[in-house]
C-alpha cells in the first residue's frame, strides 16, 4: 500500500493506493501536515511506502520523520520518466507537471493528449504520440485571478467563485464573475481549438481544484478526472520501480 502526497501552491492533496486501486483522498493545509499524516497511517497501517511530489514550500524534514514507519522517496526530475522531454528548461519543469505527463502518456498510450491542471495555476501540457512531451503553459487559476483583481486594484472587492450570471455583466460582482469564470472558460476552449489547428486529433485531460465546475462549463469533450495528478504519481513510482 502507498500514500501519495501532491504538495501543491495552495494546499497539499494525499491519497491511498493499494496496486491501482485508490482508496480514499485527503486534502489539508501545509499547518495540518503532520497530524493528517500520522492520522492516514494510522487508519491504513498497510502503507509501507510514502511517495511525495512537491512544488510548495514544504521542508523535506516534514516527511522524513516518518521514514522509521515507512520508506519516504520525493519524486524529482532526475527520476525516470515515460517521455522525452523537449522542454529547453527540463531543470525548472515544474514536478507536477512531468508527474502529469507521465500519467497521462500511461494511461492514455500510443495518442496526442493535452493536459490541463486547473489549480492556483493553469497549466497546459501536451505530449505527443511519440511520447515527445513538447511544454504548453501557465497562466493564472479562477481563484489566482478573483485575489489579483482585488489585490492590484483600489476599488475591486474579493470574490468567491460563482457561475456568472450573464455574459454582459451589469454591475461590479457580475462584471468581476464574468471576467474570471467566462475568462478561463475561453481561454482553456481557445488553447484546445488553436491546439486543433496543429494536432487534429488529441485527447484532452482536465484535472486541478476547480476540475468540476469547469468541466461542464467547456465546449470541447474532456475527461474530467479531479484525482489525475494522484493517480499519476501513483504510476510514476510504479514505472520507476520498474526501470
Ligand atoms: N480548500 C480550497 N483551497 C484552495 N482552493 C480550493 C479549495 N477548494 C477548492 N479550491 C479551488 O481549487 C483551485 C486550486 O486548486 P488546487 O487545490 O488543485 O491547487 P493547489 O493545491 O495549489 O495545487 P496546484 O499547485 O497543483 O495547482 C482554486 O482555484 C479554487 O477555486
Ligand atoms: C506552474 C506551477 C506553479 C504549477 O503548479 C508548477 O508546475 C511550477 O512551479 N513549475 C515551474 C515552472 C515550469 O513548469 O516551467
Ligand atoms: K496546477
Redesign the pocket.
Known amino acids: 500500500m502507498i500514500l501519495v502526497i501532491?504538495v501543491?501552491?495552495?494546499?497539499?492533496?494525499a491519497a491511498v493506493f493499494e496496486d491501482a486501486i485508490l482508496l480514499e483522498v485527503f486534502?489539508f493545509t501545509k499547518i495540518e501536515l503532520q497530524k493528517n499524516i500520522e492520522n492516514i497511517l494510522n487508519k491504513f497501517e498497510k502503507v509501507t511506502h510514502l511517495v511525495v511530489a512537491s512544488?510548495?514550500d514544504v521542508e523535506k524534514q516534514s516527511f522524513l520523520e516518518f521514514n522509521s514507519q515507512v520508506n519516504v522517496c520525493f519524486v524529482s526530475n532526475n527520476d525516470p520518466f515515460p517521455f522525452h522531454n523537449k522542454y529547453s528548461t527540463p531543470k525548472t519543469l515544474g514536478i507536477?507537471r512531468m508527474v502529469l505527463a507521465a500519467g497521462a502518456v500511461l494511461q492514455f498510450p500510443y495518442q496526442n493528449r493535452l493536459v490541463i491542471?486547473?489549480?492556483?495555476?493553469i497549466t497546459y501540457d501536451f505530449i505527443d504520440d511519440q511520447n515527445n512531451y513538447l511544454g504548453g503553459a501557465i497562466a493564472p487559476?479562477?481563484?489566482?485571478r478573483y485575489e489579483s483583481l482585488h489585490l492590484y486594484t483600489a476599488k475591486l472587492p474579493i470574490l468567491e467563485?460563482e457561475n456568472p450570471n450573464t455574459l454582459i455583466g451589469n454591475s461590479t460582482f457580475d462584471s468581476i464573475h464574468s471576467g474570471v469564470v467566462n475568462g478561463v472558460v475561453f481561454e482553456i476552449d481557445g488553447f484546445i481549438n488553436e491546439y486543433k489547428t496543429k494536432y487534429p486529433n488529441f485527447i484532452i485531460i482536465l484535472t486541478?481544484?476547480?476540475t468540476v465546475?469547469l468541466a461542464k462549463r467547456l465546449k470541447n469533450t474532456i475527461f474530467a478526472n479531479s484525482n489525475f495528478?494522484l493517480e499519476s504519481l501513483n504510476q510514476t513510482f510504479q514505472y520507476k520501480n520498474q526501470q
Open positions: 501532491d501543491g501552491n495552495s494546499r497539499i492533496k486534502a512544488v510548495g507536477d491542471d486547473a489549480g492556483t495555476c487559476g479562477l481563484r489566482l467563485l486541478g481544484g476547480d465546475f495528478l
